[in-house]
């Protein structure tokens, strides 16, 4: 009888990247604190986190964070001030973030690759598996992606990948994933990675997306694992050692995701995310749908 999988009780989401694409506004603000319509991104996160079930949250830190910890701390001068005018809808809105989970922080100390930041989790992690999420995608709460991969991870194993079909002209922004069929329609076997792949070369039309629930192996791995693409520490390049192992840390699977995932990880993607969760919100969507409206058939006239 096979011993009874480790529950996955913790996440990891790493931030500490310097969010060049968005200079001049990440020069002072930390990119996982842009607004999402009114909400930074970094809180949609945590959000999803903790919906899976996922309270204790580990983040990855550096240089010029310290608004993150702010964030998801109390901030007793605002509510007290909102209190005092009897603004409980502000006020509740305000502490919804320091109430969400248990938030840890660590510093990674240079940005040396996801890898490398997923390896400065391991004294908080331990033995247990863990899941990894990417404040870049926006997963919609309606479809619980992250939710089916711990129960992936907990029937069969090892570590679980979130891929997405992408655009072959796109798939160098990602990882690329060789998968094999199972018996699940949603689940493959990934037998290969390749960070980022040179036009016309990925193996398959899989894109990993930033949502990942990891053995422990991992960090050994890690630890092992020399500076590749971009000279950073990839966790691609560890997950291929895994990929081809059935034990050790092995095997590794992949959730083919179909649903709705907003991409914040550059200027024109941010825009339209914020665009499609505005349309969809019941106190801004309606107003704000008619507005769209005509501003898009006055520009079509012009």
Same mark, same amino acid.
């Given at each position: 009888m096979s011993p009874r999988p480790r529950p996955v009780t913790k996440a990891v989401v790493p931030a500490a990247g310097l969010g060049t694409?968005?200079?001049?506004?990440? *020069?002072?603000? +930390? *990119?996982?604190?842009?607004? %999402?319509?009114? *909400?930074?991104?970094?809180? #949609?996160?945590?959000?999803?986190? %903790?919906?899976?079930g996922l309270s204790d949250v580990l983040m990855i830190t550096g240089r010029n964070k310290r608004p993150l910890e702010d964030h998801f701390d109390r901030n007793y001068e605002l509510e007290e001030a909102l209190s005092r005018k009897g603004d409980?809808? @502000?006020? !509740?809105?305000?502490r919804e973030s320091s109430d969400l989970a248990t938030v840890h922080y660590v510093r990674q100390g240079a940005p040396q690759g996801l890898g490398h930041a997923v390896l400065c989790a391991e004294p908080h992690v331990g033995d247990?598996?863990?899941?990894?999420?990417? &404040?870049?995608?926006?997963?919609? +709460?309606?479809?619980?992606?992250?939710?089916?991969?711990?129960?992936?991870? $907990? $029937?069969?194993? /090892?570590?679980?990948?979130?891929?997405?079909?992408?655009?072959?002209?796109l798939m160098h922004l990602y990882g690329a994933a060789a998968v094999t069929a199972l018996d699940e329609p949603d689940v493959v076997r990934v037998t290969g990675l390749v960070e980022k792949p040179e036009p016309g070369h990925a193996p398959s039309a899989y894109a990993v997306i930033g949502r990942y629930v990891l053995d422990p192996?991992?960090?050994?791995?890690?630890?092992?694992?020399? +500076?590749? @693409? /971009? &000279?950073?520490i990839q966790l691609t390049d560890a997950l291929?050692?895994? !990929?081809?192992?059935?034990?050790?840390?092995?095997?590794?699977?992949? %959730?083919?995701?179909? &649903?709705?995932? #907003?991409?914040? &990880?550059?200027?024109?993607? #941010?825009?339209?995310?914020?665009?499609?969760l505005a349309c969809e919100r019941e106190d801004l969507g309606p107003d704000f749908r008619q507005w769209l409206r005509d501003f898009a058939a006055k520009e079509l006239q012009d």
């Amino acid at each position: 009888m096979s011993p009874r999988p480790r529950p996955v009780t913790k996440a990891v989401v790493p931030a500490a990247g310097l969010g060049t694409r968005f200079l001049p506004a990440t *020069k002072a603000t +930390p *990119k996982e604190m842009l607004p %999402v319509v009114d *909400k930074p991104a970094i809180q #949609y996160v945590v959000e999803e986190a %903790v919906t899976a079930g996922l309270s204790d949250v580990l983040m990855i830190t550096g240089r010029n964070k310290r608004p993150l910890e702010d964030h998801f701390d109390r901030n007793y001068e605002l509510e007290e001030a909102l209190s005092r005018k009897g603004d409980a809808d @502000r006020l !509740a809105r305000v502490r919804e973030s320091s109430d969400l989970a248990t938030v840890h922080y660590v510093r990674q100390g240079a940005p040396q690759g996801l890898g490398h930041a997923v390896l400065c989790a391991e004294p908080h992690v331990g033995d247990a598996p863990f899941a990894v999420l990417l &404040g870049d995608d926006l997963i919609d +709460p309606r479809d619980p992606l992250l939710a089916r991969m711990i129960e992936v991870q $907990q $029937q069969r194993g /090892g570590s679980v990948v979130a891929l997405m079909e992408v655009d072959p002209a796109l798939m160098h922004l990602y990882g690329a994933a060789a998968v094999t069929a199972l018996d699940e329609p949603d689940v493959v076997r990934v037998t290969g990675l390749v960070e980022k792949p040179e036009p016309g070369h990925a193996p398959s039309a899989y894109a990993v997306i930033g949502r990942y629930v990891l053995d422990p192996a991992v960090f050994g791995v890690l630890r092992d694992t020399q +500076p590749g @693409r /971009g &000279g950073e520490i990839q966790l691609t390049d560890a997950l291929r050692v895994l !990929a081809e192992r059935d034990e050790e840390g092995g095997p590794v699977h992949g %959730v083919v995701f179909t &649903g709705r995932r #907003y991409d914040t &990880g550059d200027r024109g993607d #941010y825009l339209r995310a914020i665009v499609r969760l505005a349309c969809e919100r019941e106190d801004l969507g309606p107003d704000f749908r008619q507005w769209l409206r005509d501003f898009a058939a006055k520009e079509l006239q012009d």
